[in-house]
């Protein structure tokens, strides 16, 4: 049941006409829960909040199925003006966004002029930058247009997924850019070709990756809300003596809050995901996908007014 559920939401994530009929209605049906707003003042709220806290946040304006090159424009520049929002109230926060957001299914060009004004403008107000990854179909155009990018840029992360088969590869091959890469399990529906279909498998993976960027001793941001990858984390650094300053956990706005809170009593960097915008539809069907009792919070948000 499980699993049929969470194919049935990445179903939807993906549905054109559910992401424009979403744009209309505004953040209804429990989403409010996992964006927080739909403009760039509600976001700085939510991440001052989290900054009372003591947590750093990572903002993103989401946005998918771009199709001309005027909305990825302005994509580009709402990115701009997040940063700038960033700068102007002194906040916690990197910036991170998606590639097709920025025009990559329209032309390397207009992805690349896009990538460009934005990571110029995060070097001026000093705000970093992660390149978000997605589907398998565009994870080798990320990673191509990331390592451009590093070669110029040095505020540019990227996003490496563990239950691809490719990623201990990329790993190796990322290392001499000395990249800042967040490693996260994957929550697209990827065929068994590119990608394992155990969980088992995944999480193996996942400890192997985490394992080797951190010995490569490059900046690692493990993004999971799973125990056993936070507990394999701890013990890792431990023993082989790796700085706090050398790592970070990443979670979801929204999501195990109460472990958010915990990882920053007791010592380690937390990072909190904060995506926010009118375009959150994509985002929040995955985020059902991936755990049943997201499905069950929305029922009742919905059902119990």
Known sequence: MEQLLRNFFLFLSKNRFFTKL??????????????????????????????????????????????????????ADDCIEAIKAISEDNLDSQLSLKMTSMGLDISQDLVMENMRRILKAGKEYEVFITIDMEDYERCQKTIDIFKELRSEYDNVGTVLQAYLYRTAKDIEELDEYNPNLRLVKGAYKESPKVAFPEKKDVDDNFKKIIKMHLLNGNYTAVATHDDAMIEYTKKLVKEHNISNDLFE????????????????????????????????????MRRLAERPANVAFVLKGVFGK
């Open 249 to 284: 956990f990443q979670m979801l706005y929204g999501i195990r809050v109460e472990r958010q809170e915990e990882l920053v009593a007791e010592g380690y960097k937390m990072r909190v995901y904060v995506p926010y915008g009118n375009d959150w539809y994509g985002y929040f």
């Open 22 to 75: 979403a744009k209309r209605y505004g953040l209804r049906f429990g989403a409010g829960r996992f964006v927080a707003g739909e403009t760039i003042p509600d976001a700085v709220r939510s991440i001052q909040k989290l900054n009372e806290k003591g947590m750093s946040v990572t903002i993103d304006h989401l946005g998918e199925f771009i199709d001309s090159e005027h909305e990825a424009r302005k994509a």
